[in-house]
């Protein structure tokens, strides 16, 4: 049983990058697109703006697979950020002050600038094409 589940890691690993990327992708729609509808979008250039910027193109980056190390650390640190600048300050308690998410992408998106983007990504497809031409 568990040499069949180790079997999956690559895959679980694929869908661990492609949900959590899906999911701060759309927080960068909804700041950056408008979409879905928001009750207050950022002003351009503000410090959510430029958040929203970055979870929506380097959140697309890790959702495809494509440069996922180095997108990842970004993506880890902006959530860092987020944290420290958006809720740490309300409550030591994530529970309390609406830092979860921010805490659990970070963390995840810190995993996968060690573990890299799994099976299903732009970036196994290019090294198997480089590893074929070699």
């Not at 529970?95 to 890299?116: H, S």
Request: contains cysteine; glycine residues 8%.
């Amino acid at each position: 049983m568990l040499s069949s589940i180790h079997l999956l890691q690559p895959h679980l690993l694929s869908l661990l990058r492609i949900v959590s990327s899906l999911v701060l992708f759309s927080y960068g729609t909804q700041k950056i697109l408008h979409f879905p509808a928001a009750a207050s979008v950022p002003p351009v250039g503000s410090l959510s703006w430029v958040a929203g910027l970055l979870e929506l193109t380097l959140g697309f980056l890790v959702l495809i697979g494509f440069q996922t190390r180095i997108a990842a650390f970004v993506l880890s640190g902006l959530m860092a950020f987020a944290y420290f600048i958006g809720h740490a300050s309300k409550s030591f308690f994530p529970a309390q002050n609406g830092g979860v998410a921010a805490i659990l992408f970070c963390f995840v998106f810190l995993y996968l600038v060690a573990a890299g983007a799994g099976t299903f990504s732009v970036d196994n497809l290019l090294k198997r094409g480089r590893t074929a031409a070699a």
